[in-house]
């Protein structure tokens, strides 16, 4: 199975960027790394993926790590409806993806 | 655009009745997937579909469980007969075949008492 590794908590002010770490050190040369945010009681939303470049979109950004075994997801000006549980996962195309428990991200006023 | 429509989006049964979740993907989408979320185990594929064809149901978790699609706009999940332990949230997605951006339905919070 395809584990990523992430802390299961985080904190962050309102307005601030929100920087959320995730380790694929099994991550193999044709998977992407995806991620995915569940607001309380919603379905989970995907937010970006990438290969191996840098990615940008309305919603985040995606840096990866040269190696690619890590990556971190920026959310750069979080606001209270940024509070969800976070998820990064690594899969191949037409690959199901495995979901772990993700990170907990609190946005505080 | 509408997205992903799931009903019913809560059911209360007893134990032993038969539950039928239903799920509209987005129009286009070629791939279905049934998730089940719980607080113990997270979320969980139970099975997914290709072009109406179920590719793999190795997370469908015994026999009570079952799913079809019989065209590309519609998919049933049933349990029959239900149990306590069945109690959770189930999710349906959809994506474009090959990719693995799935977009959610709102779930069905499913109750059996």
């Known amino acids: 199975d395809a584990k990523t590794t992430q802390p299961p908590s985080m904190d962050c002010a309102e307005g601030r960027a929100a920087n959320l770490p995730c380790n694929h050190s099994?991550?193999?040369?044709?998977?992407?790394v995806y991620w995915y945010r569940q607001i309380h009681s919603q379905g989970p939303q995907y937010i970006i993926h990438g290969l191996k470049n840098n990615e940008t979109n309305e919603m985040a950004s995606l840096i990866i790590t040269e190696d690619r075994k890590s990556s971190t997801l920026i959310l750069p000006h979080a606001t209270l409806r940024d509070t969800a549980v976070y998820y990064c996962?690594?899969?191949?195309?037409?690959?199901?993806?495995?979901w772990g428990l993700g990170t907990s991200l609190a946005v505080n006023p | 655009d509408a997205g992903v429509i799931q009903s019913p989006r809560h059911e209360v049964t007893e134990m032993g009745q038969e539950v039928t979740l239903r799920c509209k993907p987005i129009s286009g989408h070629n791939s279905l997937f049934w998730y089940r979320q719980t607080m113990m185990r997270g979320l969980e594929l139970l099975i997914y579909?290709?072009?109406?064809?179920?590719?793999?149901d190795s997370g469908m978790p015994e026999d009570r469980f079952s799913a079809k699609m019989p065209n590309a706009s519609f998919s049933t999940l049933k349990i029959q007969p239900s149990e306590p332990r069945d109690s959770a949230v189930y999710f349906c997605a959809s994506s474009l075949v090959g990719g693995n951006t799935q977009y959610f339905g709102p779930g069905t919070r499913l109750t059996v008492l």
């Open positions: 579909f290709n072009n109406n064809v179920p590719i793999d």
């Open positions: 099994t991550i193999s040369g044709n998977e992407y």
């Open positions: 996962i690594h899969a191949g195309n037409n690959r199901k993806l495995i």
